[in-house]
């Protein structure tokens, strides 16, 4: 820094640090660029701290740049199944196109057919993957859920608190597995679910992402 060059590697700078501190560096090095204006080029395997270090994003698989953005464009609208999976966790869904009505368009998914929006590259009889993260996923007793096509059965497989998070494991009728994540209420009843406890399972029109199918 003493030397003011146009770009600073930093690799993977704080790996062994301890989280707390972890933190606290991170909020340190943002301040840091910004009062030096210096490129930082940052190093990571860690996910959320790339997406919270940066204003730019580049995902690479092999040495190939799979996408570039900023980080809520990496997060929320991946151009294909690696960076999906490489940056957070995601729930992937395989379905079928069966049809095309305007700006809509019925997809038959874990034996449900439901009604999603319509990318326009895609056509009827394409197999496509439907992403949904698991902050997006609902989670409903099935004596609370209302009627409704885009509900689909499933039985609790894991509750797991974090503190800030409840994390669930749900499990499709299908076998196919789930993973749903709440903010921590401790007011809030629904958080109380129960290993093996049934309920019903779905997201908010919109929220999902849809990419055509990658064998």
Known sequence: MVNEPLVLLLDEPLNALDFKLRKAMQIELKQLQRSLGITFVFVTHDQEEALSMSNRVVVMDAGRIEQVGTPREIYEAPRNLFVA???????????????????????????????????????????????????????????????????????IGEVIYKGTTVDLVVRLDSGRELSASRFFDEDDEQLEFSRGETVYVDWLPGWEVILPHEG
């Open 85 to 155: 999976r490489f940056v957070g966790e995601t729930n992937i869904l395989d379905g079928d196109v069966v049809a095309v009505n305007g700006r809509h368009m019925q997809v038959k998914l874990e034996g449900r057919v439901i009604t999603l929006d319509y990318p326009e590259s895609l056509q009827v009889y394409d197999r496509v993957h439907v992403l949904v993260r698991p902050e997006d996923l609902r989670v409903r007793r099935r004596d609370e859920a209302p009627d409704g096509s885009r509900m689909f059965p499933a039985t």
